[in-house]
C-alpha cells in the first residue's frame, strides 16, 4: 500500500482495509507523521509493527519494534567522534527540524564541555540562500562543521562550500546522513579536506554483495523502473531488507511451537491478534547479522 506522508487520516483507512483481510505484521510507513497513527492502530488490535525510519519520540508502544538505531544513540556516536577529534568550537549545517532531534546530543555539549556551537538553518528553496550563509561561515572563520541535510542535497551543500573556499585542507567536515557512500565526492578528492561519516551498510560486505547481485539477476529477468544502476543500496532498504528477515525469523520459531492463523480484524471491533503478543516478543528476541550491522532489539523494541 502507498500511503501519502503526512496524511494520518488516510493511512488509518488503509490500515483498517488491511487489517480486515487478516495480516501478520505491518511493516512501515515511512513518514514519521503518520506512523504514530498506524503504531496507535497495531498496539490496539495486537498487531506487530515493523518500523525502518528515525524515531524521533523515541516513544515504543508494546507491539512496535524498530530497526533504525535511535536518534539519541547516532547523537552521542558523533558527540564521541567530535570530542575525540578535540573540536572546541563547531558549526553545525541542518535542513530541518528532525536533524536537530538527531544532533541533540551535541547541542546540548557546552552545557556539559567548553564547546562552542553556531548553528545555522540550509534553505533549499532561495537558490542564493545557502551561498550566502556559507560567505558568512567562512568569514567567521569556522574550519569544524556539522552537515546534516538528505543524502540527495549533499553533493550541492558541498559544491557551494567549495565554491566559497571551504573545502581546503584545514577544513573538516562531519556528515551525519547515513548514505554518503552514495555520493559523488570525486570532485573533493583533492582539495585535503577531511570528510567524515557513519554508515550502517558496508558496501564490501561480501553478504551485502551477494545479496544486491542476486537483486540485479533479478532485475535482468524482470526489469523495473526503480532499481539502482550501480551496486550501492541505500541505508532504508537494507533496513527494510533485515525487518523482512527479522519478522521471517520470528514468525518461523513462533510456528514451531503452535499454528499460526491471520484473523481478520476491524478497528471498530473488539477483537485482537491472538498471535500478535508471542510474534512480537519473539521478534524482539532475535539477533542476526544483516545487511545494517548486526541486528538486535531491547525490551522496548528499540535496536541496541
Known amino acids: 500500500e502507498k500511503i501519502p506522508p503526512r496524511d494520518s487520516f488516510h493511512a488509518s483507512k488503509r490500515v483498517c482495509h488491511l487489517l ?36 524521533i519520540i523515541g516513544k515504543r508502544d508494546g507491539y512496535s519494534i524498530n530497526l533504525s538505531p535511535s536518534p539519541k544513540h547516532i547523537s552521542k556516536a558523533y558527540m564521541s567522534l567530535i570530542e575525540s577529534y578535540g573540536w572546541k568550537t563547531f558549526t553545525i549545517l541542518y535542513q530541518d527540524n528532525q536533524g536537530l532531534v538527531r544532533l541533540h546530543e551535541l547541542l546540548k555539549s557546552p552545557t556539559d564541555l567548553d564547546i562552542k556551537i553556531v548553528v545555522n538553518q540550509l534553505n533549499f528553496k532561495d537558490n542564493d540562500y545557502n551561498m550566502k550563509m556559507l560567505r558568512e561561515v567562512k568569514q567567521s572563520g569556522a574550519t569544524h562543521l556539522v552537515l546534516d541535510c538528505d543524502q540527495d542535497k549533499i553533493r550541492t551543500v558541498m559544491k557551494e562550500a567549495q565554491a566559497v573556499g571551504m573545502m581546503r585542507a584545514h577544513h573538516n567536515y562531519l556528515i551525519t546522513n547515513l548514505d554518503l557512500h552514495l555520493v559523488d565526492l570525486e570532485d573533493f578528492k583533492y582539495g585535503g579536506t577531511n570528510i567524515t561519516a557513519f554508515r550502517l551498510v558496508d558496501p564490501h560486505n561480501p553478504e551485502v554483495q551477494n545479496v544486491v547481485k542476486s537483486w540485479m539477476l533479478g532485475e535482468k529477468r524482470f526489469p523495473t523502473k526503480t532499481f539502482p544502476i550501480n551496486q550501492l543500496i541505500k541505508t532504508e532498504t537494507a533496513l527494510i531488507y533485515d525487518a523482512v528477515h527479522v519478522f521471517a525469523n520470528a514468525l518461523n520459531e513462533l510456528d514451531k511451537s503452535q499454528v499460526i492463523n491471520t484473523t481478520p480484524l476491524s478497528c471498530s471491533g473488539d477483537d485482537t491478534w491472538q498471535h500478535g503478543n508471542s510474534l512480537v516478543n519473539y521478534m524482539k528476541l532475535v539477533e542476526m547479522e544483516g545487511l545494517s550491522g548486526r541486528v538486535k532489539f531491547d525490551q522496548f523494541g528499540l535496536r541496541t
Open 20 to 55: 480486515r483481510m487478516g495480516v501478520a505484521a505491518l511493516f512501515g510507513p515511512e513518514s514519521g507523521t503518520t506512523s504514530g497513527h498506524v503504531q496507535s492502530i497495531c498496539d490496539a488490535l495486537e498487531i506487530p509493527h515493523i518500523e525502518t525510519h528515525w524515531d
